[in-house]
């Protein structure tokens, strides 16, 4: 058996799969910084342009998005190191904001207690200086009991519906991973928006979503369980468009495992690990309750999985919807493609990697992901995706009106040169709808109409689409539009 953090103690893609391999490179975003053993890399919803990173130890800094940024502007936001056990995989391992962090300054850290050990989830504020916690205003929240070091999970993330998610491994033990009674090997959903105790009454750190699978139940399962079944769920991610979960598990002899989790599923361990069943009598008895994972991947690839994001950034617009992750140990960061029809394609973005730890999204939603080397990296293109055609950075779309709309809308758009235009409609979860516009234009203001229609003539639902603007074969920019009904 290994382990993620003991070794050394892009599901969906916009745009198609060829010419993306080797044109892309990490770089170091903030070459004059460095951190000792970053494990969460979080950016508050406030627009102020900074970025947090979590350090194993248990500090967590503050300091501006800017690439010449200096070590004498990083901050100290937070400091747990008393509080923190770093040995093993165990220490300081997740951050989130509260969505309304502008106006209540309220944020979540995940750490493991020293003594005895305890996953916990915790509540802070931040003080009147914004680059500094105050670490008086810890509220615990969330504590699970462990035996170890090992298995802790440590992901925390808010998702479009506002609640907070907890990621936790299964501490060693596979039988929790099943156990609907006992928090570990699962992801759990919680409402950290509580009212006040009333006079007398005792305060309530958290409450339980109505609509989590186990709510109200009578069997004695933990309510705040919405998924169960997984070893260390090392990283995951909620997609702010499609509101999607995804979890990357770290498997144990012989598969890595990405999930798109849905509430109240089973997801195998220790029954199964990926596509493969471990205990026949109990994957029969089981039998279509157990989720097998969305994609998988074998040990002569790499053996510790790094969950990432779908890429919303602005500086690749061509990996738009892109789910980007990585191997510890294969110094590979990979996206999966998916139209909604065939298997997950997987396909490599960056080779020689170096040892990776965990993925991030900037202020601007740009994708960072952090190296035990102490560097936090971004991807640049080393080549344009079609041969050696210029990147038309000028180019770009202009925003559809109206928007929302119902049942059409006009597509702007304006082109540096004229060239063969390219406009595709895609649904937040990756599916192609409909292509608009496959033609040469004019250089200059451009526009095209999409009637809400799919390429099957059918209507399509209300929700949010991507348009995708491509010139030459490049993808240049994307932007987000709704449909109502």
Partial sequence: MRHLLQLLCLALILAPTAGLAGDYQLENAFPYLSFAFPTDIQSAPDGSNRVFVVEKGGVIKVFPKKFEVQPGEVTEFLNL???????GEAGAL????????????????????????????????VSADPDVADESTETILLEAPKAGVWHNGGQIAFGPDGYLYVGLGEDQVGEYAQDLSDLRGSILRIDVDVPAAPPGGIATHYEIPADNPFAGNAQGYREEIFAYGFRNPWRFSVDPLSGELWVADVGEDTWEEINRVTPGRNYGWPYMEGPDCLDQGQCNAQGAALVAPFYAYDHSEGIAVIGGHRYWGPRLPELAGLYVFADYTGG??????FDGAGPPERFELVTGAPNLLTFGVGPTRELYVASIDGSIYQLARTVTAVGDRPHPAASRLLGNVPNPFNPATTIRFALAAAGRVEIDIFAAGGEHVRRVVAEDRAAGPNTAAWRGDTEHGTRAASGVYIVRLRVDGVAVDTQRMVLLK
């Fill in 81 to 87: 190191v008393g509080k923190v056990r770093a040995s």
């Fill in 94 to 125: 997740g951050l989130a904001f509260h969505p309304q962090y502008a106006s209540n300054g309220t944020f979540f850290v995940f750490f493991v207690s020293d003594y005895p050990y305890r996953c916990t989830v915790a509540r802070y504020q």
């Fill in 332 to 337: 590979v960061v990979w996206g999966l493609r």
